[in-house]
């Protein structure tokens, strides 16, 4: 299996411009996760899906921010509009619940809002 | 809640010496226990993990964690360290019945020649 794929690697866009991140999870994985990382609050859970349903979204920062699952092999995550606090890498993670819940991450997309 | 408490954001070690980074947490339910490594601008990669069993677990590239309940540690050890270690370490627990994983806040590993 090729792992967790997403897109794009590098993204550099204007402040009110909309984003959108891609991921496609493992195969056969029920569980996905999107996660930010910043110097400053490390890593934190945005939102994730069980089966394609979203089960917390508690992590979202703000309404600018929303995340679909449309089916078992691929998410998006949009910032509309983004703003430079939003510079950050996003991570992408999928897993299997009855294997332990290990979580297997993507390469991550790093963002930078100017 | 669950939560996670690493102990030391950076630690250095020289080449040859034990490797330990510290890990405390907080469960409300019985705890699945993951360490992460992650090199720079990578993504995160499974070290080992705890579920059940067997308190004492090994994982890749020599690296093994103890889970002691009675002290609520899962602290990350490796009896020598190489270069090639140099990395940051992230420490895990299962958030929830979904497989949420809580991350501490990362310990960076430096290894001095």
């Known amino acids: 299996d090729a792992g967790v794929i997403q897109s794009p690697r590098h993204e550099v866009t204007e402040m009110g411009q909309e984003v959108t991140l891609r991921c496609k999870p493992i195969?056969?994985?029920?569980?996905l996760f999107w996660y930010r990382q910043t110097m400053m609050r490390g890593l934190e859970l945005l939102i994730y899906f069980n089966n394609n349903v979203p089960i917390d979204d508690s992590g979202m920062p703000e309404d600018r921010f929303s995340a679909k699952m449309p089916n078992a092999s691929f998410s998006t995550l949009k910032i509309q509009p983004s703003e430079p606090r939003d510079s950050a890498v996003y991570f992408c993670?999928?897993?299997?619940?009855?294997?332990?819940?290990?979580?297997?991450f993507g390469q991550g997309t790093r963002l930078t809002v100017v | 809640a669950q939560s996670v408490t690493q102990l030391g954001s950076h630690v250095s070690v020289s080449e040859g010496a034990l490797v330990l980074l510290r890990c405390n947490y907080s469960?409300?339910?019985?705890?699945?226990l993951f360490w992460y490594v992650q090199y720079p601008n990578q993504g995160l990669q499974l070290l080992l993990k705890?579920?059940?069993?067997?308190?004492l677990v090994k994982g890749i590239n020599g690296f093994e964690a103890e889970f002691k309940k009675s002290e609520t540690s899962f602290h990350l050890t490796k009896p020598s360290a190489h270069m090639s270690d140099a990395a940051e370490y992230f420490c895990a627990v299962r958030g929830g019945s979904q497989g949420n994983l809580i991350f501490g806040k990362g310990t960076k590993l430096s290894v001095k020649p």
């Open positions: 469960s409300s339910v019985p705890p699945y």
């Open positions: 195969s056969g994985h029920n569980s």
């Open positions: 993670a999928s897993s299997l619940g009855d294997r332990g819940f290990e979580a297997f």
């Open positions: 705890y579920t059940t069993g067997a308190t």
